[in-house]
């Protein structure tokens, strides 16, 4: 019997925290003698976030598309919120992407859109949210990431570091749990990419995003799982150092030739000994 069976019983411990959002279980793809993914298997629970780290041309990305159902697996299974994404349809995967909020590398923000309706896109186009209920849930999101002065603004009138942070409010504005990022903050300054990772920060500690964060930036990756965003009781949020318990909660994994070569916590992955990941940390 699979696991996320979707039934009655299923459904409730789906909900309940720490439960699997995300099983990837032997997954395996090959594009004709070329092997991109080997028998990778990892699982996202509820509110944690894995980050997956390796070289260019390693399935980090490819890992992604699988999970929204954008490219078929050759092999092995992949379950999003307990639905068989693997086996799905095009018309049977909306509802699971419907739960999946996507941030690209470069944003991918409409040119000819101001801020706003970017973020609303989805809301007004897809989902035909009232418009003023629609404006509202964007004027919420840009000011949860602090840029609900440009909510008029064109994305050229904006920088870098604000284009990805306003795709990340798109990506929210329809309150997906499961949040992807593919390489949010390549390309960015380390200051301005740090606006960014606050962002990843946020969402997973104030909104319970479970997160699947897709990057070789190191940095980034080691300051999205040793910090912590809390919320002061006047409403201001702070982004402070985590405790422990928090750490724990962000997985790393390493992918190499299309297999897992490494898999465990922020204080695991510094202290391995593996000549390759010796030299990808340094």
Sequence with gaps: MDPLNASPSAEALLDAPGAPVVVLDDVQLAFDEKVVLRRVSFTLLRGHTTIILGASGSGKSTILKILTGLLPSDGGAVWVNGARVDQLSEQELMPVRGDLGMIFQEGALFDSLTVRENVGYKLYEELHVPIDEADRRVEEVLGFIGLAEHIDKMPSELSGGQRRRVAIARAMAFRPKIMLYDEATTGLDPITATTVDDEIIKLRDLESVSSIVVTHQLRDAFYV??????????????????????????????????????????????????PYLRTFLS
Excluded: Y
Excluded at 235 to 248: H, L, N, Q, S
Excluded at 254 to 269: N, P, R, S, Y
């Design 225 to 274: 799982a040793e910090r912590m965003a809390v919320r002061d009781p006047d409403g201001r949020v702070r982004i402070v150092p985590a405790d422990p318990e928090k750490v724990r909660q962000t997985a790393f994994i390493m992918l190499k030739d299309g297999l897992i070569c490494f898999e465990g916590d922020a204080d695991a992955l510094r202290a391995s000994t593996d």
